[in-house]
């Protein structure tokens, strides 16, 4: 008759040591994979994070570039137009409008505008979906004509 308390891997008293090794061992590599799982994916967070920082940066940077353009194409409307009349009277409101709109982008930057359109829409929620829909119309409009 066969011996059933021991086998081609020992003793049966053994076992469960070894699978208590076993199974500690595979818990501790699981820890060590979790754990560097965790530290990559803060490195890759990290780098997100400092390469939107820099793209927000640029853009501030081309707001204002663009702003600086404004101001300065409104004091040339302002030198080269009409004083007087009708005329003048819209010259200079135009001048205003685009000094004013150049010193906002030259002052603000894209997370304040974010804020601020924010801030428009909510305080008047019908216009803001009126004015999308006819820039979403616009849009489909001269797409459409571009594919003829």
């Keep these: 008759m066969a011996n059933t308390s021991t086998g081609p891997k020992g003793n049966m008293k053994d076992r469960p040591d070894d699978i208590a090794s076993t199974t500690q061992k595979a818990q501790g590599v699981a ?8 530290e990559a994916a803060s490195t890759v967070a990290g780098k997100a994070q400092n390469l939107a920082g ?3 940066e640029r ?4 707001i204002s570039a663009v702003g600086e353009r404004m101001s300065g194409l409104a004091g040339t409307i302002r030198q080269s137009g009409p ?12 001048a205003d409008n685009l000094k ?6 030259k002052e603000h930057g894209v997370s304040e505008m974010a804020e601020d359109m924010t801030t428009l829409v909510k305080r008047y929620p019908v216009q803001s979906l009126l004015v999308g829909f006819g820039v979403g119309l616009l849009i489909g409009f001269s797409l459409s004509a571009s594919r003829r």
């Design 31 to 38: 820890s060590d994979l979790a754990h560097k799982a965790q």
């Design 54 to 56: 820099a793209a927000a």
């Design 59 to 62: 853009t501030d940077d081309a």
């Design 83 to 94: 004083r007087e009349g009708v005329l003048g009277s819209a010259t200079a409101k135009v």
């Design 100 to 105: 004013a709109g150049g010193d906002y982008l």
